[in-house]
């Protein structure tokens, strides 16, 4: 536990003197809110969508969406090792999950937010709302498709401020929205082939591990 600690205070005192501070400014990611996340530090840069009441379900006490998120094991590469804070079920009462990975060198981040849809019918729209309101955080480039899951997009830019790069990824999967940020150095934007392994990995985890209808 100790370690737990002291890995989660090096990571966010690291991030923050890098300029890849994690935040949970709800407006600034996706679908709306007006109820911040929890379990992200409140530190400037990433955002962490929200969704509608009209689009989500009421959170289920017998799902945990947790088992679906990738672990830190799940992206690790050789020389490049990654450490996953606690997950976070249901954040802020959504359905869905939500953890935060940094990679030991305190040079990368990867924010994971899975959130429950009513319906596969209502991904479309939640994509749309996620997508139009990427600009509170990022600068993007044009959106570029992705073959990751269904609806799969790509955004990629630096923060507002410029103090770090941020690659997002948005795709549903069935009945659950997925939204995978990848933050660096400004002007080190997340390599592609890696921005699509991941959210491969991560769509997998939910095709196969999703409650059948």
């Given at each position: 536990?100790?370690?737990?600690?002291?890995?989660?205070?090096?990571?966010?005192?690291?991030?923050?003197?890098?300029a890849?501070?994690?935040?949970?400014?709800?407006?600034?990611?996706?679908?709306?809110?007006?109820?911040?996340?929890?379990?992200?530090?409140?530190?400037?840069?990433?955002?962490?969508?929200?969704?509608?009441?009209?689009?989500?379900?009421p959170?289920?006490?017998?799902?945990?969406?947790?088992?679906?998120?990738?672990?830190?094991?799940?992206?690790?590469?050789?020389?490049?090792?990654?450490?996953?804070?606690?997950?976070?079920?249901?954040?802020?009462?959504?359905?869905?999950?939500?953890?935060?990975?940094?990679?030991?060198?305190?040079?990368?981040?990867?924010?994971?937010?899975l959130?429950?849809?009513?319906?596969?019918?209502?991904?479309?729209?939640?994509?749309?709302?996620?997508?139009?309101?990427?600009?509170?955080?990022?600068?993007?480039?044009?959106?570029?498709?992705?073959?990751?899951?269904?609806?799969?997009?790509?955004?990629?830019?630096?923060?507002?401020?410029?103090?770090?790069?941020?690659?997002?990824?948005?795709?549903?999967?069935?009945?659950?929205?997925?939204?995978?940020?990848?933050?660096?150095?400004?002007?080190?934007?997340?390599?592609?082939?890696?921005?699509?392994?991941v959210?491969?990995?991560?769509?997998?985890?939910?095709?196969?591990?999703?409650?059948?209808?």
């Open positions: 536990m100790k370690r737990q600690h002291a890995t989660r205070a090096g990571a966010i005192a690291m991030i923050a003197a890098l890849l501070g994690i935040s949970s400014c709800d407006n600034e990611s996706g679908v709306n809110t007006g109820k911040p996340a929890a379990s992200i530090p409140a530190l400037p840069g990433v955002s962490v969508p929200a969704t509608t009441t009209t689009s989500t379900k959170a289920a006490a017998t799902t945990d969406y947790t088992r679906l998120l990738l672990q830190a094991g799940d992206i690790s590469a050789t020389g490049d090792a990654y450490v996953a804070e606690p997950a976070t079920p249901n954040p802020d009462s959504r359905p869905g999950a939500e953890v935060l990975i940094v990679n030991q060198e305190q040079t990368k981040a990867v924010s994971i937010l959130v429950a849809l009513d319906s596969p019918a209502a991904g479309p729209s939640a994509l749309a709302e996620a997508q139009a309101s990427l600009a509170k955080s990022v600068n993007p480039g044009p959106p570029r498709p992705s073959i990751v899951g269904t609806g799969g997009t790509v955004v990629s830019g630096n923060s507002p401020d410029g103090t770090k790069s941020v690659t997002v990824l948005l795709f549903t999967q069935g009945s659950m929205l997925a939204r995978v940020e990848f933050d660096g150095l400004p002007g080190q934007p997340a390599d592609a082939d890696f921005v699509t392994n959210g491969q990995k991560q769509a997998i985890a939910l095709r196969v591990g999703l409650p059948t209808p």
